[in-house]
């Protein structure tokens, strides 16, 4: 397999149309109701990519190939094959983002995260979890950036690094430290959209590829997000107002979100 991003996604594309796979895949839709509307992977991937389904469908879908791909039998990885491809414009959202902080090289993060993303799908505990596409993504980001970090702090010296990555302060620990710290504050302020607003505005993702890694329409990301900011700016206008001395703090998250939104 190349592990180009394109290779990896031209792969997984030939692979699912081959002539064994679409018999596993009608041996996985005869015993699975999701995916019966879908007579071939084409139609099934047309409707999780371009469909006009609604959350609950596609993520019913996305679990029953889920379900899949933990099996022991033959059809385990073509699901297996079928689940990334399903996930490709949230994990090339990644991609981009690991890109942008310049922890590898463009094939390292593509084989790494490839390999996260597989380990996540096939350990899933679907009886734990409630949103396949949005816990697959975020667990295959967060592994790959914890190995980032166990890498730098086993590294006796810095003569190999990137001069920008010495100069940029804080270090990956502490961004990472103050990163939970932040989602803490947003949690606490709008909910569910917390990790829809640290993308967009931290990690520099567009509202569009947000919503492919949360699984929602690029319409309802948008809304989401308006939303969300219009409620950090409620906020920091009502604490703006407040005089000297109130012994009500102000989420950090509010000033740091509303600041970066400001200055791009």
């Not at 502490?174 to 606490?188: I, T």
Request: positive net charge; glycine residues 6%; proline residues 4%.
């Amino acid at each position: 397999m190349s592990f180009s991003w394109s290779g990896i996604r031209d792969d997984l594309a030939r692979s699912s149309s081959t002539l064994q796979s679409q018999r596993d895949y009608r041996a996985i839709r005869s015993i699975e109701p999701a995916l019966q509307p879908h007579a071939d992977i084409a139609a099934l991937l047309g409707a999780l990519h371009h469909g006009q389904l609604d959350h609950d469908c596609r993520n019913t879908m996305l679990l029953a190939l889920v379900r899949a791909s933990q099996g022991g039998d033959r059809p385990a990885d073509m699901a297996l094959g079928v689940v990334l491809l399903a996930l490709w414009p949230g994990l090339d959202a990644i991609r981009n983002r690991c890109l942008r902080r310049r922890i590898g090289g463009p094939d390292d993060i593509a084989s790494d995260l490839l390999a996260r993303a597989t380990e996540t799908i096939r350990k899933l505990d679907l009886t734990r979890v409630n949103q396949i596409a949005a816990t697959v993504l975020r667990n295959a980001e967060r592994d790959v950036l914890r190995a980032v970090i166990r890498d730098d702090a086993r590294q006796p010296s810095c003569a190999d690094l990137d001069p920008d990555w010495i100069a940029a302060a804080p270090s990956w620990a502490e961004r990472q430290r103050l990163r939970g710290a932040l989602r803490r504050d947003l949690v606490a302020l709008i909910g569910r959209d917390a990790d829809l607003v640290l993308g967009v505005v931290l990690d520099g993702a567009s509202q569009v590829e947000m919503g492919a890694a949360m699984a929602v329409t690029a319409s309802a990301a948008r809304k989401r997000y308006q939303r969300a900011m219009a409620s950090l700016a409620l906020h920091y206008a009502s604490f703006a107002g407040r005089p000297q001395g109130s012994t009500t703090s102000t989420p950090m998250a509010a000033k740091v979100a509303l600041s970066r939104l400001a200055t791009g």
